[in-house]
């Protein structure tokens, strides 16, 4: 079935740098949400994007959707200790169910 | 306060043994559901529940058999459970049924079975 795929798996930046990380699908999508998950905590949702190109902007964190609408990418601006944890993309799967990626683990040097 | 609950929080139990989970939003949301994530941080759907209906059943064994009293609540019962049981299991509810809908996800219960 439709798979969502997320790279890189891990990355672990100096507090201040810059962090990415993508999401590719096989098939085009309707959308596409962004879920971070703090350690030891749960999945809280962060954007829907829609619209092909589509890009959004929450303070140092910019998400962007691809023109084919088959990929989609979160960057980190200038990183926080607070940015630390894991950060999920998930796409449609049919009309009902919502397939996460496997997840990008961000660990950040203080 | 709390949107999606779930109790309890941790839940060590032996091989064979049978437990619940229980789940409850006070959102006024539809749709309730139960994802499996384990050690590697990977989230899996197991079902799906619209109204107390069931609409997403994922091949998930059947030891595993969910119950939705009402559209507040979807409860999760594991019959003979096993080593492989072990992971951390989420409930999530949305306003409505589809896959371009925003879920909210509950603090999750620790399953660890020796």
Known sequence: GQQVMQIPQ????????DFTTYCNSSTTLSNIQWYKQRPGGHPVFLIQLVK???????????????????????????????????????GPRGAQKLVFGQGTRLTINP | DTAVSQTPKYLVTQMGNDKSIKCEQNLGHDTMYWYKQDSKKFLKIMFSYNNKE????????????????????????????????SAVYFCASSPSWGSQETQYFGPGTRLLVL
């Open chain 1, 52 to 90: 092909s190109g589509e890009v959004k902007k929450q303070k140092r964190l910019t998400f962007q959707f691809g023109e084919a609408k088959k990929n989609s990418s979160l960057h980190i601006t200038a990183t926080q200790t607070t940015d630390v944890g894991t950060y999920f993309c998930a």
């Open chain 2, 54 to 85: 069931l609409i997403i059943n994922e091949t998930v064994p059947n030891r595993f058999s969910p119950k939705s009293p009402d559209k507040a609540h979807l409860n999760l019962h594991i019959n003979s459970l096993e080593l492989g049981d």
């Open chain 1, 10 to 17: 891990y990355q672990h930046v100096q507090e201040g740098e």
